[in-house]
């Protein structure tokens, strides 16, 4: 089994689940997961765990992530973004400046409510089974964080901008939400993402080109069990995630220790310093091989784990 992760640059017309599905087909393996949806019409950077490293997928879900999306002003849809049906046309009354000053104001904190047409669950049915049922249900605002906004283009009725934003952001929302205060409405014309944390648009690869360097591979080297080393150049280690946090490797007699998912000593850690007691540790055996990220509790007077990737 493969383990790692695949900077996939998800197309349209594809869902996040479709990708895995054609990954599991691709990479004759079943346990992939994703890390966070984009809708069928959204394209960019979707990471792909794979093996030991699907254990990253709800962590990576955490992280902060870029968007770049045209904001149409003017019309609102059912589904905040342009494959909806249109509920409202309205002029578009505001200078350029004036919408340019609405956008940057939604920049902090900002309680959104989440849309109707979206994965969320309510009393455990999905929000947007009960939209396509017709069905409208009230939902709480959640707090996310616009951290940044810059305006790309602006050619009234459209403005081009790239936001980034904490987790649980809907950037169609966004859209109709700047709209609002506009006073003529807007929607999501088109939306890419370009970055889940670490993971760059520059760096994705598209199922094609995964699919092509895994069919050369096992042309010229048929029945052979596919092996990371072969995709070197596309897998990610899984440590890689957590590269803020210092690395620190046991030392070979108490490896054995690790393996078990023992609380581990910091006499068994090697070149062990005391400002590691503030930090999340990226803990590896004495061969760096990575096992889990960990972290010093003070009334053990040990580290833990918080997460084990070992296995």
């Known amino acids: ?3 790692g992760i695949i900077n996939v640059y998800k197309e349209k017309g594809y869902t996040s689940h479709d990708v895995v599905a054609k990954l599991r087909g691709i990479l004759k393996q079943k346990k992939i997961g994703h890390t966070g949806t984009l809708d069928p019409d959204a394209e960019g950077v979707l990471p792909v765990c794979l093996g030991k490293a699907t254990k990253v997928c709800d962590l990576l879900t955490e992280k902060d992530k870029e968007y770049e999306a045209v904001l149409l002003l003017g019309k609102t849809t059912d589904t905040q973004d342009i494959t909806g049906t249109v509920l409202s046309h309205k002029a578009v009354d505001c200078s350029e400046q004036e919408i340019q000053n609405i956008i940057m104001s939604f ?5 959104q409510i989440p849309p109707m047409y979206s994965a969320l669950k309510v009393n455990g049915k999905k929000l947007c089974d009960l939209a396509r049922a017709g069905v409208t249900v009230e939902r709480s605002p959640r707090t996310v964080q616009i951290y940044e906004i810059t305006i790309l283009e602006t050619a009234l009725p459209r403005v081009r901008i790239r936001v980034h934003c ?4 809907y950037i169609r929302t966004l859209c109709h939400d700047i709209g609002e205060q506009a006073g003529c409405g807007g929607c999501m014309e088109s939306l890419v993402r370009t970055r889940v944390s670490e993971f760059r648009m520059c760096d994705a690869h598209r199922l094609s080109e995964i699919e092509e360097q895994v069919r050369i591979i096992r042309q010229r080297q048929p029945g052979r069990e596919l092996l990371k080393s072969d995709l070197k150049n596309l897998i990610k280690d899984t440590d890689s995630v957590f590269l803020e946090y210092p690395g620190v490797c046991v030392k070979e007699e108490f490896s054995r220790l690790l393996y078990n998912g023992n609380p581990l000593c910091q006499e ?20 760096q091989n990575f096992a889990g990220i960990y972290q010093w509790k003070e009334s053990c007077r040990d580290i833990r784990p918080i997460k084990i990737f070992m296995e």
Do not use: F, N, P, Q
């Open 166 to 169: 904490s987790k649980g952001t």
């Open 268 to 287: 068994w850690i090697r070149d062990w310093k005391d400002a590691y007691k503030e930090e999340t540790l990226r803990v590896y055996d004495d061969r």
């Open 107 to 111: 920049t902090g904190s900002y309680a």
């Open 1 to 3: 089994m493969i383990s």
